[in-house]
């Protein structure tokens, strides 16, 4: 329905209601999509109003082993810069390259407590034990389906498509640190470890799908090819 210019949401779901009913009933996002769809409710408004409506807390936070730190000065300026490229510009891909111990861990960190108000699920990982993407992805998809996905499909394309549905049903803020883990060094330098290459197509779903949500890669190489 279109009045006075806008869009207007005959049968809304607000944000509230959604975690309410999750919360009383564990159901998964796709469930209530279906569910929504079963009540004849227009999926894609409920989702413009959801979006619309400010939240005060994630619904979900997961920092596995992120380093605890007790200080952070400065970045100012960095932290301004990533916050508009994630809120403002909607950037669904961000790099972060820097050298070795520049501070990339703790301003990932720093920009989650600052940012994370903002989104339904947030989940940080270290990429530092070179994880396979299988790993990542299934332990993603765990998570942003609160542990209601346990069977995920056998193909990689077919885990990619499962993550960038919810990366499109919800607001997710995905952090891979230490990407150099999975990449070459010295002469191969920008180039995949072998075994490593699907990181690359992931990113580059995620860069090029539409969906609401973000993956932030932190690493030290200065890479050229990584999509
Ligand atoms: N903004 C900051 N405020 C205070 N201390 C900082 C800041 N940034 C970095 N440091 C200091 O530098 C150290 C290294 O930072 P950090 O681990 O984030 O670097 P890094 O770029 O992630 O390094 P690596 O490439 O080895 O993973 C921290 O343990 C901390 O002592
Ligand atoms: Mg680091």
Redesign the pocket.
């Known amino acids: 329905m279109v009045k006075n210019g806008k869009k207007q949401v005959a049968d809304t779901v607000s944000i509230g209601t959604w975690k309410r009913f999750r919360k009383n009933t564990g159901v998964t996002p796709k469930y209530f999509q279906a569910f929504c769809k079963s009540l004849g409710l227009n999926w894609e408004e409920i989702v413009d109003n959801i979006q619309s409506e400010s939240t005060t807390m994630p619904v979900s936070l997961d920092l596995e082993n992120s ?1 605890v ?1 007790p ?5 100012n300026q960095q932290l301004e810069s990533s916050k508009k490229w994630i809120l403002q510009d909607k950037c669904n891909l961000i790099f972060l390259l ?13 920009l989650i407590k600052e940012i994370q108000n903002n989104f339904d699920y947030v989940i940080w990982r270290s990429l ?1 034990t070179s994880p396979t993407i299988e790993y990542i992805l299934e332990d993603s998809i765990k998570f942003f389906s609160q542990q209601q996905e346990t069977t995920l499909p056998s193909t990689l394309d077919e885990k990619i498509t499962k993550l960038i549905n919810y990366f499109a049903f919800s607001r997710c803020l995905l952090i891979l ?2 990407a ?1 883990s999975i990449l070459h060094s010295g002469c191969h330098i920008g180039k995949y470890r072998e075994g490593y290459e699907s990181y690359g197509y992931l990113f580059q779903r995620i860069a090029q799908s539409s969906h609401q949500s973000c993956l932030l890669i ?1 690493s ?1 190489e200065n890479q050229k090819q990584l999509i």
């Open positions: 380093p730190f200080y952070f000065y400065g970045r820097g050298r070795g111990g520049i501070g990339k861990t703790l301003f990932s960190i720093r530092e640190d230490n150099e932190t030290r």
